[in-house]
């Protein structure tokens, strides 16, 4: 496509349950990564992919947490017993030739 | 993650009026760039910068690439409602693995007509 593309854009869950955030990057991108942002923050670094292999994930904060991409293009970030400290907006970001990241409008998870 | 301090936190400007923010890192950076987010938006990037001491402009946006590499500033010209929003410095150095990004927290600008 012809961005980043991020859904669904908002979720709202309960604590406890679990989630699935899709980003779908843009076309002939390999590389791809994740950030979560809360409110008043910068972006902070989850994971990146480098293709189909997830190349460093040591921003992911415990766990519960899981990322995949199982065709080198759309990934799947995935949150178990979520809590509510989990609230934030996760970006999903591809990346060009010339090293910059191209970031899609985000997912915004919710926890109740 | 290296640390990146961004200053101010925030600005309340007139329209027209020039402004000012820069990004210091604790670590040299082999790249930086500025990013402006609006409101239910992603970042969007405004300039790229690869090289000490490079200096770039794009419209009424110039930002430099300080020379001991570990700085950076964003200079905004002849201010507009729509710079509105919360611009973001952004680099990189040798110890990040895939050219993953470090954000500083962000300048929030408020533009009064």
């Known amino acids: 496509g012809a961005g980043v593309s991020q859904t669904p854009s908002n979720k709202v869950t309960e604590k406890g349950k679990y989630v699935e955030l899709r980003c779908d990057p843009i076309?002939?991108?390999?590389?791809l990564y994740w950030y979560r942002q809360s409110l008043g923050q910068g972006p902070e670094f989850l994971i990146y992919?480098?293709?189909?292999?997830?190349?460093?994930d040591s921003g992911l904060p415990n766990d519960r947490f899981f990322a995949v991409r199982p065709e080198g293009s759309v990934s799947t970030l995935k949150i178990q017993r979520t809590e509510r400290g989990d609230s934030a907006v996760y970006l999903c970001?591809?990346?060009?030739?010339?090293?910059?990241?191209?970031f899609g409008a985000g997912s915004r998870l919710t926890v109740l | 993650g290296q640390q990146l301090n961004q200053s101010p936190q925030s600005m309340f400007i007139q329209e027209g009026e020039d402004v000012s923010m820069n990004c210091t890192s604790s670590?040299?950076?082999?790249?930086w760039l500025w990013y402006k987010q609006d409101p239910g938006e992603g970042p969007v990037l405004l300039i790229a910068?690869?090289?000490?001491?490079e200096l770039t402009s794009n419209g009424r946006l110039t930002a430099q690439f300080g020379i001991t590499r570990k700085d950076s500033f964003l200079n905004i010209s002849a201010s507009i409602p729509s710079d509105v929003g919360i611009y973001f410095c952004?680099?990189?150095?040798?110890?990040?693995?895939?050219?993953?990004?470090?954000f500083g927290k962000g300048t929030s600008l408020l533009v009064t007509p």
């Open positions: 076309s002939g991108h390999t590389a």
């Open positions: 970001a591809s990346r060009s030739g010339a090293n910059v990241l191209t």
């Open positions: 910068l690869y090289k000490a001491g």
């Open positions: 992919f480098q293709g189909t292999g997830a190349a460093d």
């Open positions: 670590s040299i950076f082999n790249t």
């Open positions: 952004a680099g990189y150095s040798s110890s990040n693995s895939g050219y993953a990004l470090n």
